[in-house]
């Protein structure tokens, strides 16, 4: 097995810079805004994003976690962790765009899950999603709003995040 890095600190630095820049944009500013992030490392980006967003527009964004274990359609084929706790920022989602945020996009099945969650917690004018990376190899009609990287990979791969809040270390690596 090999792995090679194909982001380190300061590019998923940038990345976040970037993606934090193109929500302000596309919002017209941080007004209403909700950034859910999708457990682990998806609250983890989510707290990033609105640190970036509130240092780059002056004022603060909500940040919660949703927990989609229990929505996900797989759950019978794949052991997954335990569910962890949603925390939805007080004044909730309902007439607020939500971005939801997530590490790595693959098969878009969590992002399928997080929209049936959401659905259970309230109704938000409308809702992004922002990833960390994008690798490709949909099986449903989901496409990100935000992307850090694009990163091609074949299915046998494993892309791995690393953060150091929850890793120790900071990097997106390819196995193979």
Known sequence: MSTRTVLHEADIARALTRISHEI????????????LGIPT???TLANRIAALVEEFAGAPVPVGALDVTMY????HRN???????TAIPPGGIDGRVVVLVDDVLYSGRS????????????RPTAVRLATLVDRGHRELPIRPDFVGKNL?????ERVNVRLTET??????????
């Open 24 to 35: 302000l944009e596309s919002n017209k500013g941080p007004e209403n805004l909700v950034l």
């Open 41 to 43: 490392r998806g609250v």
């Open 72 to 75: 996900r359609d797989d759950l």
């Open 79 to 85: 052991p997954t962790r335990a569910p962890q706790p």
């Open 111 to 122: 992002i399928r899950a997080a929209l049936d969650a959401l659905q259970d917690i309230g």
């Open 152 to 156: 091609p990979s074949s299915a046998d």
């Open 167 to 176: 890793d120790g270390r900071e990097e997106v690596t390819i196995e193979s």
